[in-house]
């Protein structure tokens, strides 16, 4: 990240925020990085209120947030800079994400956007993950969202818009409901298909939850669920939602037994007051609801071939 900073060509600043570390990691970063500063958190707040803190303490209008398991190319933030002010009202911008594995960087990709779309019927289309594309459009796109792992963000709209939401706890899904959030204002967010990053996917969180990777599955689906109630466009996007997940539950009866189920369910339930009220508050303020925006971003239609990669940054061992 500091090479990075250094050969970006505009002043640069470089925050780190510790969401309660038990390593050395601020005792190192202020014996070798005296430069770089630290907002310190004495148990970890969650991966929303970290960004939102990082995010509110910068001085400059561009923000990069970045995971502490990515990897970057020193030209990183010049060419996501770059794409953001050849974008109009841009929100966000993200690079292609490559998955780093067992200590390499790797050309399998690990896509920044989510299949959100709804068929001729207006009955939703849903997939439950994000897409692993094997190759993506060879030029810079419009998506419903980028990922929060590396996602340069425009400062003023981000606070405008309130930062993550606390609706999602400790992590998973506040990254997709930020920028359809800003999309529903008419903010776009971008990927830059030619940039890369590499992401070491989840290997912060599951070594929070060692042996309990079970409750990282009922948070990631319990905040699916929240993020699809606060932005299906109409109860009958809901209704038909709801027959999706009562499937999907059945189908992963190895991760959910009965009592992950209710659990699951209290969660959500208590969380309705919550999602009808922001539900009530957006649209106040929205100009595009989430069919508009789903049906008509290019990512996802059927138009994909090869892109280029940065190969002499693959084929470096770390």
């Not at 209008?61 to 970057?72: G, K, M, P």
């Not at 606070?159 to 359809?180: H, I, N, Q, R």
């Not at 932005?231 to 059945?250: A, E, G, Q």
Request: aromatic fraction near 10%; include cysteine.
């Amino acid at each position: 990240m500091v090479d990075a900073a250094e050969s970006y060509s505009g002043e640069c600043e470089i925050i780190v925020v510790d969401n309660g570390s038990m390593d050395r990691t601020v005792d190192v970063l202020k014996d070798y990085y005296p430069d770089v500063r630290i907002i310190e958190f004495d148990h970890n707040t969650g991966f929303g209120h970290a960004c939102n803190a990082g995010v509110q303490n910068a001085k400059h209008e561009l923000i990069l947030l970045l995971n502490n398991d990515i990897f970057i190319p020193n030209s990183l933030i010049q060419d996501l800079v770059n794409l953001f002010n050849k974008t109009d009202d841009c929100f966000s911008v993200s690079p292609r994400t490559n998955l780093w594995e067992d200590g390499r960087l790797t050309d399998k990709t690990f896509s920044t956007s989510i299949n959100f779309e709804f068929n001729e019927n207006a009955e939703l289309i849903q997939q439950w993950n994000v897409n692993d594309f094997s190759c993506l459009i060879d030029e810079d796109c419009k998506t419903i969202y980028n990922t929060g792992a590396a996602m340069l963000v425009d400062k003023q709209k981000f606070l405008e818009l309130g930062g993550f939401d606390s609706v999602y706890g400790l992590a998973y899904w506040e990254d997709a409901d930020l920028c359809l959030r800003a999309w529903k204002k008419g903010w776009p967010s971008v990927v830059a298909i030619n940039s890369v990053a590499w992401h070491q996917i989840s290997a912060s969180s599951e070594s929070s939850f060692k042996d309990k990777l079970p409750t990282k599955t009922k948070m990631m689906t319990t905040n699916y669920i929240v993020f699809q109630l606060l932005h299906l466009p109409d109860f009958t996007h809901i209704y038909k939602f709801s027959r999706v997940i009562r499937r999907y539950m059945r189908h992963l009866k190895s991760s959910y037994d009965a009592d992950s189920q209710k659990e699951i369910s209290r969660k959500v339930f208590k969380l309705l007051p919550t999602i009808i009220k922001r539900r009530l508050a957006e649209r106040r303020t929205s100009k595009l609801n989430t069919l508009i925006i789903a049906n008509n971003i290019a990512v996802h239609k059927d138009a994909w071939k090869s892109s280029p990669v940065l190969e002499d940054e693959i084929k470096r061992d770390l």
